[in-house]
């Protein structure tokens, strides 16, 4: 039931030269040549032959990995005969149109895609809809009328409040901080950023925080690490960075744990327990954030079966089951939460494994 590699690396021909060159596709079996578990629903109008396609920000992203991990496993299980992944190697704000087009030539019944950019994807989102294929976003949201749903990791707001209560704790709730992103369009970044923003205004508990930079380490690792470097050089009075970026996070761990800064510079934002262990470990990072990035995929590919199924479309108060992780509701605005975030230290870190 997989995509041969021969019909993928078609799709991949009808990219341009350039973007072919930059792009990397991969293509995953999510059935079993059997009939997939479940495929009989209550009404028996579950599809057995339905394609899902993941299209992540970008596919050289170990948060995406494990992303990407559950939501393939979830696919099978939801009854998905066939499981794709394609995607840009660069998370910049058009970098996915390309894919997007490609795959509703395919066919495609469902694409979950994680944005670059709110508005760059949804013309071609729109001829993905107008051909059929049910769109949800995920990780990162589109415009709201670009996608049957969108699968939010934890409520917005939380994300960012978590963040602002962590870094003041370590900096003893007085100096100046800096924000270093991923990319300055996407949408969750963005989202989470303006929360912090209103927060650190508002919250008498911050009056003395002052937030003085923001940068963009393009959730490419090398790009962060230089962001990181440069943070220090232009504001020596830092005393803490917030990272809300798997990507940024780690690369400026690895800056700040060979530099003078390690232990006097505080580091705090959104990280991958396995990467951010030894930092943890070595005294450079005290405490971060995250959800389980699994359950995001899993709940994606259950909410994109149940829409392709015609049981749910996407209104406020539809319900899906979603696996083992039970039911889930869609709220306003379109939106699912997957679960609340967790804070690893180091009395914890080595109880997960992501
Ligand atoms: C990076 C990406 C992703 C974000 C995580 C926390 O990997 O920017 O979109 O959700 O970090």
Redesign the pocket.
């Known amino acids: 039931m997989s995509i041969p590699r021969t019909t993928h690396t078609k799709r991949v021909g009808a990219l341009t030269a350039t973007l072919a060159a930059a792009a990397l596709a991969l293509s995953a079996c999510a059935g079993g040549g059997t009939t997939p578990a479940g495929s009989e629903g209550a009404s028996g109008s579950a599809k057995t032959d339905a394609t899902i396609t993941f299209i992540p ?1 970008q596919l050289n ?1 170990p ?1 995406t990995d494990v992303v990407l991990g559950g939501g393939k496993t979830a696919a099978t299980a939801a009854g998905f005969a066939t499981a794709n992944v394609v995607g840009p190697l660069e998370a910049s704000a058009s970098s996915q149109v390309t894919f997007i087009n490609a795959e509703t030539q395919a066919g495609t019944n469902a694409i979950v895609i ?1 944005a670059n950019d709110p508005d760059a994807v949804c013309s071609a989102l729109d001829e993905a809809r107008t051909a059929g294929a049910k769109i949800v976003a995920f ?2 949201d589109t415009n709201p009328e670009c996608r049957d749903v969108f699968i939010s990791q934890v409520v917005a707001k939380d994300v960012a409040l978590i963040q602002t209560k962590l870094i003041s704790e370590q900096i003893g709730g007085a100096g100046e901080i800096a924000i270093l992103s ?1 990319t300055a369009n ?1 949408t ?2 963005n989202e989470w950023i303006k929360f912090m923003e209103e927060e650190l205004k508002s919250n008498p508990d911050y009056k003395d925080i002052k937030l003085v930079a923001k940068v963009y380490g393009d ?1 490419d690792d090398a790009k962060s690490f230089q962001e990181a470097q440069g943070l220090m050089q232009a504001h020596p009075n830092l005393k803490g960075i917030i990272s ?4 940024g996070i780690a690369a400026t761990a690895r800056y700040l744990s060979t530099s003078q800064y390690k232990g006097k510079v505080a580091l705090t934002g ?1 990280g991958l327990p396995n990467e951010m262990r030894s930092f943890v470990k070595d005294g450079t990072v005290s405490e971060f954030a995250l959800w389980d990035p699994a359950q995001l995929g899993e709940v994606a590919a259950y909410a994109a079966k149940a829409l392709v199924d015609g049981t749910i479309t996407g209104a406020v108060g539809d319900k899906f089951t979603a696996g083992d992780l039970g039911e889930r509701t869609i709220e306003d605005g379109g939106i699912v939460i997957v679960g609340p975030p967790t804070v690893f230290n180091k009395d914890n870190i080595d109880d997960y494994d992501f």
């Open positions: 920000k992203n948060y994680a990780d990162s991923a996407a969750n970044q959730d809300p970026t798997t990507v959104l």
